[in-house]
């Protein structure tokens, strides 16, 4: 993307080619390099350039970046530039089967596209390609934008070379880096669910998370939870059912047996514990209200969880982080909330 | 085109060209409106550019918008300063040009701020911050692109970017937990406390539920007009009654009201030597707004979004006087009580 400046036209400052000149008879595709501190340039070169560009007041135009942005966007590539999505899943269509792997795929696929851009999955986890192979495998193929999918607390980590690449995690709060995230607006939406719930006249409201649930997505639903509970008098308030282990299922049931929850607010990703625990007691069930994907909703009324807003919103700061020349390894720690839906269904006992 | 007339007659219309009668140009407005055109106004700018209007020179504008007026004070603000650096130095690194406005008291009011934006050809806002007391703002939002910094109160749902709050407060009181504080108490100020969605509180009680009930302490509310010794006035009773070892605020000034407790502050964002707390980069949120904005305005998305995204940028802890090690506080409190003798150990 190296734009230079027509020379000799009043009032625009000083051009790339002049930089080049005036920094020691660099290129000018060298300067457009090393003003995106791009690594290929060596720091030596770079510093030289962008002092001197600095020194000569050369400014950036928003108006051709925002014509090459146009015309990426309007114009088919022949090689589109291309952003790595990792995931844990071995292949993509084993992503696009996981909860909310397709609508994920779907939007950053689309965001992508309107952007000039393309999605390649690339695997990591147990089994697959080594944080090291995959590094080379994305310097090789010069990639530059790399979002990270949701991965498991337990897994192993992806350490790639950060500070070469713009990057984006979804969710993944057990991970440094990247330090960018994107990830659902839990906490508001537990609150607000919560309230929903209770403006209905609902009272001994629970809550079931996945063990791990915390850590991945930085305890958003337990907090959101305990705030909403302060309304609740001490004799209602159920505590957080935190649902893994061997002996899930006993602990749910005594859970159930001991605080007799009306209604609980359940991610999706322990229905099915949950359900073959309350399958086996005699009580009556309590109502379980969704938070999940929306497909994994199964018709039930809860908090939906968009997907494919999230892919697409981690491919929309990936490129604008790949087009702003800003690497991961420069960025402050920033997380990016997208809202969460509550949604009516039909309500179902487990 | 369903009005009949050659395209360059409808680009003329369209930007108003007086040489188009009134009749054709409100007849093409009217089409392109059923039709659902939409220029990218970044083209229309960049095609103006192009124009041999001689000496002018299109640029892209941006403007940071406050409620606080120089005459007002803004600048005696760290963190206005902050953010104000942070925005213009994104904005000029990117290219754009960048001017800070009031809405304020002797400084603009939302029609004459229109007015200027109008004739300055500012597309891109941003809010940093707007106080929630003061003079409030009212523009035809679907003509610019914005993100508000903070503001909750004040303006619609904007793309939101702040520091984060959620994190802080469980920074802090980790922090001070480690460092041998046990009755930890929060003062924070109750107006924007709901608008910013009651981060302090929520983190507040996710902290606390790793700890012994019997050590929780509940979170105390002060409003954002009191100064420094009425906080101390108001808190007082509570600080004795859940005998406070530690108070953490998103006020910087907390050693002036902590009393005889430690403090800590959530918000540090000027260098105070001595004061404990979280330090948080304005300056990166400035930054952030603008890396946001523009990419709103390269898209061409204005006005208020449909599902409103919220960004915030994390602090670091950093120790310091105001809240010492707790062996260390107990040490002197022993020292005192033995009448300033000191213990051989």
Known sequence: MSVCRRQGRAGHGVTMREVGQIAGGFHHATVSKALRNDPSISESTRGVIQRTARKLGYRRDPLLDALIRHRLEKTERRAPRVIALIGEAATRSELEASPGGAALWCGAVAAAQRLGHQIEYFPHGVGQMTARRLDAVLYARGIRGVILGPLAADGPRPTLSWERLSAVKIEGGHLEAPRCTVAPALLRGVKDAFGRLWREGRRRIGLAIRVDSDVLRRAQLKAGFLFAQQACDAAETVPVLEVGGRDAVEVIQQWLRRHRPEVVLAESAVWRTIAAAAGQTRRRSPEWIGIGPAEAMCGRPGLVLEYERLGATAAEQVIGLMQTFQRDAEQETTTTYIAVTWRDGAPSRA | ?345
């Open chain 2, 1 to 345: 085109m369903a009005a009949g007339v050659h395209y360059a007659t409808v680009s003329r219309a369209l930007r108003g060209d007086p040489r188009i009668s009134g009749a054709t140009q409100a007849r093409v407005r009217a089409a392109a409106e059923r039709k659902g055109y939409v220029g990218g106004p970044a083209f229309g700018a960049l095609s103006a550019r192009r124009a041999p209007a001689a000496g002018t020179v299109a640029v892209e504008r941006i403007a940071l918008v406050c409620n606080r007026a120089t005459a007002q004070g803004f600048r005696r603000y760290t963190h206005y300063r902050s953010i104000e650096l942070g925005v213009r130095r994104r904005a000029e690194e990117l290219g754009y040009e960048c001017e800070t406005l009031f809405i304020d008291r002797g400084a603009h009011d939302s029609r004459s701020l229109l007015g200027h934006l109008r004739k300055r050809g500012v597309r891109g806002l941003v809010f940093g911050t707007l106080e929630a007391d003061r003079r409030a703002v009212e523009l035809p939002w679907d003509e610019f692109s914005v993100v508000a910094i903070d503001s909750g109160e004040m303006l619609p749902a904007f793309t939101f970017v702040s520091v984060d709050q959620f994190h802080y407060t469980q920074l802090a009181f980790r922090r001070l937990r480690e460092l041998g504080y046990q009755r930890i108490g929060l003062v924070v100020e109750r107006e924007g406390e709901e608008a910013t969605g009651d981060l302090h509180r929520a983190a507040l009680l996710l902290a606390q539920a790793e700890i012994p009930e019997a050590e929780r302490v509940p979170a105390v509310f002060v409003s954002r007009r009191y100064s420094s010794p009425e906080i101390a006035a108001a808190i007082a009773p509570w600080l004795r009654q859940e005998r406070v070892e530690a108070v953490i605020s998103n006020r910087v000034q907390v050693r002036e009201f902590s009393g005889a407790a430690a403090g800590a502050t959530l918000c540090m964002h000027a260098p105070m030597p001595g004061l404990a707390g979280v330090w948080v980069s304005f300056a990166e949120v400035g930054r952030r707004a603008v890396s946001l904005l523009t990419n709103l305005m390269q898209t061409g998305q204005c006005g208020v979004p449909a599902a409103p995204t919220w960004t915030y940028v994390a602090g670091t802890w950093r120790d310091g006087a105001s809240a010492p090690r707790r062996t260390a506080v107990l040490d002197e409190a022993r020292w005192l009580e033995a009448g300033g003798r000191r213990r051989n150990r």
